[in-house]
């Protein structure tokens, strides 16, 4: 099934920017050779430092049996793309059994594959292969949360209140005289009370949708599943983890529960209203106890294994996190809560980095990942407008300008991939997909959804399966479907965004990327240092970075004349000959 047409999404054309072009177009829908096998050798234990990592949302990338979803085999043959695109790992989001209450974040056995997704056999034949073509693989761990449907949760439920089995959740009695009030008024992530009520009359925590209760991390037993859990992955050759709502493992549970008022619906925006470690649901500072016990375990590893928080809470206490005896990085959600302005660029990017080194951490940058709206569509937002009314109206309203949506996203990319330290990507950006934001009522599969009862559409604009070709029934992401339908219906629009019409194209968002990835391989040094250079025009930022390397990027309405020196690489089309900046546009230049 397919969405209507929504107007042109055409990436704007554009005469070519520096750098050759990589292969040339393909007519089939077999991806093409790697262009660049990085050091396979390498033992690096500090690789991730600098690396440019790329999330697989698994469901949605590729479907190798047809059936609509996609899978660990589909992953597998398409992994030359990445290996062609110059990434250097892959981030695989949940895989696990699971029944997709939550895209598989709801995880049934942390120690399975899906079987609509395949086997860990063929997990394994996908880590070798990734080894192969010099791609490192991540993990996603999701250690908050279980499904209802995991062993523990469901002895949970038969075992009756006061059990051992209990004691792995979180169960409490009610308020009120039969204790039909949940027992606090906290309120879950996805909207509505956290506390859901079981048969016999006790309640559950659930920090996000009921079908995923949260676990008791003062529990022993907890705490051992998830080493074992760790160790497993690990001794089957992944290279790190992902760990998920990594800021909300521990809890004041004291009783009486802490009500929250007004900060209660928040969820964890509320830190802001509150003392550090002062919530009694995020950010507490026995959590970090958790992290530094792992780290011994990824420690006793060769190369050692690295990790990353998803950690919501402000930059100061979220690089507490990546310390070097805890998990080493966490993603720097700030960045990517900024807007394209030098000045508050500048600053977020200035903090990011000090705090980084204060904590002896590597910095981490990210534009878009499966929780948000894409960033070539997020970018060209007007000011204020309210994301999930804006999502209700089909991305109507307001009308968005998706050429100027591509051209900051490119421009906002190439800035990215010029910061010091580690740079996530999220699937299809390399093509610049926008967000699908009129997705009809009737496939959306986020709890958002009915969470909120229709407030909000939530996240699946942005993960819609991937178009790998011009043309077929479900533009390539099916490898044996005659009629697979894909999980999430794909817009028309997805054919001149798909891998084959940009693949070998000058100016194309898939050459870009690769140009950028393969650049900036070549300037990387061990030295992780940035330099602000003086005399900016207002809206522009400039900086050098060590070896020569030059960065000006244009956010401003103005076009400005660029600095002296070699172009390497710019996001779109400069002006003058080459001497002046548009806006809109980053450049990479050699002094
Ligand atoms: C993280 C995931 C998100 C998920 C939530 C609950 O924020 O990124 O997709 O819904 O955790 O697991």
């Not at 600098?50 to 609509?68: E, H, K, L």
Request: glycine letters at 10%; hydrophobic letters at 40%; charged letters at 25%.
């Amino acid at each position: 099934m397919t969405v209507r047409p929504t107007p042109s999404h055409n990436p704007p054309a554009e005469p070519a920017t520096t750098g050759p072009a990589t292969a040339g177009s393909t007519d089939a829908p077999a991806p093409t050779e790697p262009a660049i096998t990085p050091d396979l050798s390498s033992r690096d234990p500090n690789w991730w430092r600098q690396a440019v990592i790329y999330q697989v949302y698994p469901r949605s990338f590729a479907d190798a049996d047809g059936d609509g979803l996609g899978d660990l085999r589909g992953l597998t043959r398409r992994l030359a793309h990445l290996a062609t695109l110059g990434v250097d790992a892959v981030w695989l989001s949940p895989f696990y059994p699971s029944e997709l209450a939550d895209g598989g974040y709801d995880v049934a056995d942390y120690r399975d594959v899906d079987p609509r997704l395949g086997t860990l056999e063929d997990f394994d034949v996908m880590v070798a292969e990734a080894h192969r073509l010099g791609l490192k693989v991540l993990v996603d761990l999701v250690p908050n949360h279980s499904s209802h449907q995991h062993v523990w949760f469901q002895e949970a439920l038969r075992a009756g209140p006061g059990s051992p089995a209990r004691d792995r959740y979180v169960f409490r009695d009610g308020r009120g005289r039969g204790g039909e009030l949940p027992p606090s008024d906290w309120h879950s992530v996805f909207g509505g009370s956290a506390w859901q009520r079981v048969p016999d009359g006790q309640w559950y925590l659930h920090l996000f949708a009921p079908e995923q209760p949260d676990l008791n991390w003062d529990n022993e037993e907890v705490r051992d599943d998830f080493r074992t859990t760790l160790r497993f992955w690990a001794d089957r050759g992944v290279d790190g983890f992902r760990v998920d709502v990594a800021h909300a493992l521990t809890k004041d549970l004291t009783e009486p529960l802490r009500d929250l008022g007004d900060l209660a619906a928040g969820g964890d925006e509320a830190l802001e209203g509150m003392a550090p470690g002062e919530h009694p649901l995020y950010d507490r500072d026995e959590v970090h106890e958790i992290y530094r016990d792992w780290r011994k375990i990824l420690d006793s590893y060769s190369p050692p294994r690295m990790a990353v928080a998803e950690a919501w809470v402000p930059g100061e206490r979220r690089v507490l996190y990546a310390r070097p005896d805890e998990l080493g990085q966490a993603f720097n959600f700030e960045y990517l809560r900024t807007p394209w302005d030098a000045e508050e660029l500048r600053e977020v990017i200035t903090s990011a980095l000090e705090q980084a080194r204060a904590a002896g951490a590597s910095a981490t940058w990210v534009l878009s990942n499966h929780d948000v709206i894409r960033h070539a569509t997020r970018l060209a937002l007007p000011p204020g407008t309210d994301p999930d009314a804006w999502l209700l109206s089909g991305g109507r309203e307001p009308a968005v300008d998706a050429a100027l949506g591509l051209r900051r996203a490119r421009a906002s990319t190439l800035l990215m991939l010029a910061l010091p330290g580690c740079a996530y990507l999220y699937q299809g950006e390399e093509l610049g997909l926008p967000e699908v934001a009129d997705l009809p009522a009737d496939v959306l599969r986020d709890p958002i959804w009915e969470q909120t009862g229709h407030a909000r559409k939530g996240r699946d604009g942005c993960r819609v399966p991937l178009p790998w070709t011009r043309g077929g029934a479900d533009f390539g992401f099916g490898f044996a479907s005659a009629d697979g339908t894909p999980w999430l219906p794909q817009p028309e629009w997805f054919s001149e965004l798909s891998v084959e019409a940009q693949d070998g194209v000058d100016g194309s968002a898939l050459e870009l990327y690769r140009a950028a990835l393969r650049v900036r391989r070549g300037l990387l040094s061990a030295d992780e240092s940035l330099t602000w250079l003086d005399g900016a025009a207002p809206g522009v930022l400039h900086f050098s970075r060590p070896g020569g390397w030059q960065v000006v990027a244009n956010t401003g309405p103005t076009p400005v004349p660029l600095p002296t020196g070699r172009t390497l690489l710019a996001s779109g089309p400069l002006d003058g000959g080459g001497t002046v900046l548009p806006p809109d546009t980053t450049v990479w230049l050699k002094a």
